[in-house]
């Protein structure tokens, strides 16, 4: 009878001389009939000598220059120059924010109204288009996923005897898929969103349009967001809503958080807590608080009635409703008109004792304290940049930074060399960047619109959050290896660091564009970061 074949292993075993006698005599038998066998065994051996030449063959090694670390000269070194840079950046600092005629101070692109405005449009444009791409997003997954699965089914009805467990598998799937849930209900339009009157919802509401009317019920929390909220019925939980103009008219069971260029609450009971920033704030005759109320704006207006205590901050706060206990209450002028009442004591943070005003029929039946703050308007103002307090603080971000980079580039060395070769590398990166700081955010709201994804949205908004405060490292670091560029090599990464972040720190803190140097630096850094991770994944963007 003629032998089988062996196997790769035997032949492999025999090439290198591991069988034992009876077996190497039964296949030496078989090779002389199978000329296929011999050609592999002759090809193991072949590829065995080559093995061991090449392993013979000695290899030299390039040993990397050895780098000594931060020595006491160089720290000593990198202090000097942080002191010099501080010294040279306080008299810049102090003398371009000099430059600038108070006049002009409303200029400035971080004044809060205008924050607040881009917070607000942010807001809206998420709240108004996140949902369509979030169901976009789903029903392409769902018609991507039904023709895998319908390919699939055709492939294995092809098969003996796979009919009966495909059809099996498909009804065990439908049976599987969860019912839609009634906790939650969705009420979108790109015009009017609206509960009529004598109308009830039983869960959750989320109204989203142009303009939003809550004339019905909500025996669930209501979330509202429109460039026009008109509250006027009746909610058993919490009410968060958003918009331009916000005007809340109707009992709220539980709490109220509410933000608008104008928020206006008036006729209502509030069971818990109000929390309301805007431009404008008003809280109307009427209105009865049962917990605290909480309320930021240029002008804030409280004439209702507030259970517990309020915390109020503007420009301008005018108070004429009754606070059952304390009013603590920050701003440029307060006024207590009458029938004001405050049970507890006033704290008034003013810039001025004659920016507090009682008039008379306004009762405080306990301390009025008039607390002096010189602010940001006030007459001897003194440039930040001439206070201890500031550069304290500034030692104390390179402090955490200095630390924080250490640790990166310890763990990722690559990042050590990461640079960018040209210019249009640095337009690439920070064009990245941006879609990085934009996209994440985006991701991570719409991903806690669902249970399902509250995760991954808190892991992106980690992710996110991780990338904005390493950005700026990773360009320091490059900025100190530039800096340090010699045919010697360059020094230590922690004096790298330490030198591009105290240039970093300089350049972020000057006056008017320092804002817009950090935003840049930013969005550089977070590109490079994103970079580095598509390469380090194989792929290349």
């Given at each position: ?7 790769p292993?035997v ?18 038998g ?8 011999r050609a ?19 290899v ?17 070194l ?50 108004n ?8 997003t ?9 023709v895998?699965?319908?390919a ?42 609206a ?22 019920d909500?025996n ?5 967001f ?22 809340i ?17 008036k ?82 943070h ?9 008039a ?6 306990g301390?009025?304290d008039?607390?002096i ?13 001439l ?40 337009v ?25 994804g509250?995760?991954l ?44 972040l105290v ?39």
């Amino acid at each position: 009878m003629t032998m089988r074949c062996p196997s790769p292993l035997v032949r492999s075993m025999y090439a290198d001389g591991e069988l034992t006698p009876a077996e190497a005599a039964a296949l030496e038998g078989h090779l002389e009939s199978c000329a296929a066998c011999r050609a592999r065994i002759g090809a193991l051996r072949a590829e065995r000598a080559a093995l061991r030449a090449l392993l013979a063959t000695p290899v030299t090694v390039a040993v990397p220059r050895f780098q000594r670390p931060l020595g006491a000269p160089g720290l000593a070194l990198g202090v000097l120059g942080a002191l010099g840079a501080g010294v040279f950046a306080s008299s810049v600092w102090a003398a371009l924010a000099a430059a600038v005629p108070s006049g002009l101070r409303w200029l400035s692109p971080l004044d809060p109204g205008a924050v607040l405005s881009l917070v607000l449009s942010f807001a809206l444009f998420i709240a108004n288009e996140g949902i369509a791409m979030l169901t976009s997003t789903i029903e392409l997954a769902a018609v991507a996923a039904l023709v895998a699965l319908l390919a699939y089914a055709g492939t294995a009805f092809l098969k003996p005897r796979a009919g009966t467990a495909v059809l099996l598998s498909v009804l065990l799937l439908v049976a599987a898929l969860p019912l839609r849930s009634h906790a939650f209900e969705l009420r979108r339009s790109d015009g009017a969103t609206a509960v009529a009157a004598g109308e009830t919802i039983d869960d959750t509401l989320l109204a989203v349009g142009q303009t939003v009317s809550i004339d019905g019920d909500v025996n669930g929390d209501l979330l509202a967001f429109a460039r026009v909220v008109t509250i006027r019925g009746h909610v058993a939980g919490d009410v968060i809503t958003g918009g331009e103009t916000v005007d809340i008219q109707g009992n709220v069971g539980g709490s109220v958080y509410a933000a608008g260029r104008g928020v206006t609450i008036k006729q209502i009971h509030v069971g818990r807590n109000l929390y309301a920033a805007g431009r404008d704030v008003a809280v109307e005759s009427g209105v009865e608080i049962i917990g605290n109320a909480t309320a930021a704006g240029d002008s804030v207006n409280v004439d209702g009635k507030v259970g517990i205590d309020l915390t109020a901050a503007g420009n301008a706060l005018v108070v004429r409703g009754e606070v059952t206990r304390n009013v603590n209450a920050f701003g440029q002028t307060i006024t207590l008109l009458a029938p004001a009442s405050v049970g507890g004591n006033l704290v008034a943070h003013v810039t001025a004792a004659d920016n507090l005003q009682i008039a008379p029929g306004a009762t405080v039946r306990g301390n009025v304290d008039k607390q002096i703050s010189k602010g940001p308007r006030g007459q001897s103002t003194i440039s930040k940049y001439l206070t201890v307090s500031f550069y304290t603080w500034q030692l104390v971000r390179l402090a955490a930074a200095f630390l924080a980079g250490v640790l990166l580039l310890w763990a990722l060395p690559s990042l050590r060399t990461a640079t960018l070769p040209d210019a249009g590398a640095g337009v690439k990166a920070g064009a990245i960047g941006l879609v990085t700081a934009i996209a994440l955010p985006v991701v991570a709201f719409i991903a806690c619109i669902t249970v399902v994804g509250i995760p991954l949205g808190i892991l992106s908004a980690i992710v996110w959050l991780l990338g904005l405060y390493f950005a700026k490292i990773v360009v320091a670091q490059m900025i100190g290896r530039r800096l340090f560029a010699s045919p010697h090599g360059v020094p230590h990464y922690a004096a790298t660091l330490l030198a591009g972040l105290v240039i970093v720190l300089v350049a972020i803190n000057l006056p008017w564009i320092g804002w817009l140097i950090g935003l840049a630096l930013t969005l550089l850094g977070l590109g490079m970061i994103v970079t580095y991770v598509s390469e380090r994944s194989g792929r290349t963007l």
